[in-house]
């Protein structure tokens, strides 16, 4: 495949939603459009199940918050697997609490993000860090993946990497030798210091790898205020940055959204040049430079100061 479309829904949180029937028939509403333009992909960002919050029981304990998402999301992974297969289009539906096994006898999930796709296929991959809120427990234990799932789809190598897991490089030098011709990204960001880690880094590895990193967010959070939420999303799709494939390394782009704006954004990222990002990956095209093709092991470092501290 040379080419590749893909929508990149930065949903907005905040809305309340009835039942879970209709936030299906809302995202159907959404995979019917992409498929009009003749998008292969269309992407949800992590924790856009949280929207379902609106109709969770209202007496349910808060520590029963990721069993209940859970749940709920083994009845819409059906339902979004169909819509898959009758589109004829891949989704990533964000992520959603996964069951892993009990810590200390207490019920515990991973964050894991699911790729469907129109043949049926179910692809995941677990976050493999934690946010200081994960990692307290909040709604329940999280624990983090273990593994790195590198996914064939249409062709192409892909990888899904989730929110904070775009900020650690070592993750990176390893995805660095994969070959991976997409890299995506799904993220909810309290803050705007997060949103720009987040895409900071997306950008960065675009760069780095010599692939294409999408990379999205949600805006706001469910059940929240939006003129004090601090949630921020938005989207972007990121390119090497090479005079063979983009000058500034972006190939698409929305600007940051607050809650406060209570948008519900698609962009919309057609054709993207999947295929001349590998030929340069690969040294089949001349490129200006190969980054992650650089070994740093052969380097000693020299440095007094921590000399005279061991001393």
């Known amino acids: ?127 493999l860090s934690l946010t200081p809120l994960e990692a307290q427990g909040v709604g329940g234990i999280t624990v983090p993946g273990e593994t790195i799932n590198v996914i064939q789809w249409n062709g192409l190598r892909i990888a899904m990497i989730i929110c904070l897991d775009s900020e650690f490089t070592d993750l990176w030098s390893r995805l660095g030798k994969l070959d991976l011709d997409l890299v995506i990204v799904p993220a909810k960001t309290d803050m705007i210091t997060g949103y720009n880690r987040v895409f900071a880094c997306a950008r960065a590895r675009a760069i780095e790898l010599q692939t294409v990193v999408c990379v999205l967010g949600a805006v706001g959070a469910p059940l929240g205020v939006p003129s004090t939420d601090t949630g921020v999303g938005g989207a972007s799709v990121f390119l090497p940055c090479d005079v063979a494939v983009s000058l500034d390394g972006i190939y698409a782009t929305i600007a940051p959204q607050t809650a406060a704006m209570m948008t519900d954004h698609v962009l919309v990222a057609a054709d993207i040049p999947v295929g001349v990002c590998r030929r340069l990956r690969n040294g089949h095209a001349e490129a200006e430079i190969c980054p992650a093709s650089w070994d740093a092991g052969h380097l000693t470092v020299i440095d007094p100061g921590a000399a005279a501290q061991v001393a």
């Open 1 to 127: 495949m040379e080419h590749v479309s893909i929508d990149l829904w930065a949903a907005n949180l905040e809305p309340v939603v009835p039942d879970l029937p209709t936030w299906l028939a809302g995202l159907e509403a959404r995979v019917a459009q992409t498929r009009a333009r003749g998008g292969h992909m269309l992407v949800l960002p992590e924790f856009a199940c949280a929207q379902w919050l609106s109709f969770a029981p209202a007496d349910m304990p808060a520590d029963q918050t990721m069993g209940w998402l859970f749940e709920t999301g083994q009845i819409a992974l059906d339902a979004i697997a169909l819509m898959a297969a009758k589109h004829q289009v891949s989704i990533l539906a964000g992520t959603i609490p996964f069951k892993a096994e009990p810590v200390d006898g207490v019920p515990a999930y991973f964050n894991r993000a699911w790729l469907l796709t129109p043949d049926g296929a179910r692809h995941s991959q677990d976050k």
